[in-house]
Nanobody, 116 residues
Framework: QVQLVESGGGLVQAGGSLRVSCAAS????????MGWYRQAPGKQRELVAT???????NYAGSVKGRFTISRDNAKSTVFLQMNSLKPEDTAVYYC??????????WGQGTQVTVSS
């Protein structure tokens, strides 16, 4: 089992920045990719960004150039630096971890609210 705990969400004005973090614990040695997803009210959960254990990254088109995902493998932590935030970035942000056997784990989510 892998446990994920997010932190760092909050309220920010449009154009501002926030960094969210996700710490993994438990069977962390099985983790391959980690990432961030988000879910806005009334919408489906969507991919924001992912990063593999080797550092390969993938971003949703809507955040490319504004968000940066990074990972500290030694601390089993993944970060999402969000710059130039827009009101449409408002959502609950969920941390995700995928094992080498393709099992997934989710965090409890952290609210990010961008005011206009």
């Amino acid at each position: 089992q892998v446990q994920l705990v997010e932190s760092g969400g909050g309220l920010v004005q449009a154009g501002g920045s926030l960094r969210v973090s996700c710490a993994a614990s438990g069977r962390i040695f099985v983790i391959n990719a980690m990432g961030w997803y988000r879910q806005a009210p009334g919408k489906q959960r969507e991919l924001v960004a992912t990063i593999t254990s080797s550092g390969s990254t993938n971003y949703a088109g809507s955040v490319k150039g504004r968000f940066t995902i990074s990972r500290d493998n030694a601390k089993s932590t993944v970060f999402l630096q969000m710059n130039s935030l827009k009101p449409e970035d408002t959502a609950v942000y969920y941390c995700n971890a995928e094992s080498y056997s393709h099992k997934t784990s989710w965090g409890q989510g952290t609210q990010v609210t961008v005011s206009s």
